[in-house]
Nanobody, 124 residues
Framework: QVQLAESGGGLVQAGGSLRLSCVLS????????MAWFRQAPGKEREFAAA????????WYADSVKGRFTISRDIVKNTVYLQMNSLEPGDAGGYYCAADSSRAVYQTPSGYAYWGQGTQVTVSS
């Protein structure tokens, strides 16, 4: 089994920054595909960013390009999401996801393992 635990969410003013962390535990062997999704109240969960654990290649949703950066620390078994220039539209729950195979990376169905989420609130 693989467990994912997010942290780092909180309240920030528009234009501010936050860094989210996702710690992998259990038996995370072969979990090469990692991603961050987010979900605003009343809306569907949407893709934000993805990274390959082994090679470090990254992909971003158009809505966060140039503002968010996904990275990973192999030694610490941790994936990060650095969020800069935050806007009110960025508010919501942020979820870490992982899978051993490459599927449709932009959709939640492509990932078998999920964290419980961490909340981000952006004030204007």
């Amino acid at each position: 089994q693989v467990q994912l635990a997010e942290s780092g969410g909180g309240l920030v003013q528009a234009g501010g920054s936050l860094r989210l962390s996702c710690v992998l535990s259990g038996s995370p062997f072969g979990m090469d595909n990692m991603a961050w999704f987010r979900q605003a109240p009343g809306k569907e969960r949407e893709f934000a960013a993805a990274i390959l654990w082994s090679g470090g290649s990254t992909w971003y949703a158009d809505s966060v390009k140039g503002r968010f950066t996904i990275s990973r620390d192999i030694v610490k078994n941790t994936v990060y999401l650095q969020m800069n220039s935050l806007e009110p539209g960025d508010a919501g729950g942020y979820y870490c996801a992982a899978d051993s195979s490459r599927a449709v990376y932009q959709t939640p169905s492509g990932y078998a393992y999920w964290g419980q989420g961490t909340q981000v609130t952006v004030s204007s």
